[in-house]
């Protein structure tokens, strides 16, 4: 299984809205309502922000926002803060019944 | 609040075995999968497996050959056993828990290296 297609970077300036893009195929992204996105901090674990593609987790901001058309899952980060700034994952379930995560995105806040 | 903390060596020689064991506190390890993903230095995530707490497993394929995976409900922990290992093996490892598709809680994680 290839891993999920991420932009490596994304930036943007305290207050602007971002978005991640997440790009699989038919057997996995494509195939599932099971995508979810994680933010890790250096040298933490990774957090759970986003689940089944729109949910978030009780107390994570609503800044924070997941969408889904076809084989491409997309999180959104509106009013940019500097605590926004970390590297972000997706993940899908897949056709084998196994997972796959994206290549990761540094977000960085100018 | 579920915890979960991976225990084990942090220094593996090549061609070794690679053991971890994971131990849940704060909650029962029935009824849930339990998953081991790793990180290399500086890379991405990788998923390496589940467990479900019966014992029923599923592996990344690209490291199937080389997986074990086990469960204690006893102790409330579950294993990773990474068989012939690389340098390229060296990353931090760390489980969690899954929930319905999406991983909830993690571990620190505990970086191994491969290195002789």
């Known amino acids: 299984q290839s891993a999920l297609t991420q932009p490596a970077s994304v930036s943007g300036s305290p207050g602007q809205s971002i978005t991640i893009s997440c790009t699989g195929t038919?057997?996995?992204?494509?195939?599932?309502?099971?995508v979810s996105w994680y933010q890790q901090h250096p040298g933490k674990a990774p957090k759970l922000i986003i689940y089944d593609v729109t949910n978030r987790p009780s107390g994570v901001s609503n800044r924070f926002s997941g969408s889904k058309s076809g084989n491409t899952a997309s999180l959104t980060i509106s009013g940019l803060q500097a605590e926004d700034e970390a590297d972000y994952y997706c993940s899908s379930y897949t056709s084998g019944s196994t997972y796959v995560f994206g290549t990761g995105t540094k977000v960085t806040v100018l | 609040q579920v915890q979960l903390q991976e225990s084990g060596p942090g220094l593996v020689k090549p061609s070794e075995t690679l053991s971890l064991t994971c131990t849940v506190s704060g909650g029962s390890i029935s009824s849930y999968y339990w998953s081991w993903i790793r990180q290399p230095p500086g890379k991405g995530l990788e998923w390496i497996g589940y467990?479900?707490?019966?014992?029923?497993?599923n592996y990344n394929p690209s490291l199937k050959s080389r997986v074990t995976m086990s469960v204690d409900t006893s102790k409330n922990q579950f294993s990773l056993k990474l068989s012939s290992v690389t340098a390229a093996d060296t990353a931090v490892y760390s489980c969690a828990r899954e929930q319905l598709a999406y991983f909830d809680y993690w571990g620190q994680g505990t970086l191994v290296t491969v290195s002789s």
């Open positions: 467990i479900y707490y019966s014992g029923s497993t």
């Open positions: 038919s057997s996995d992204v494509g195939g599932y309502t099971y």
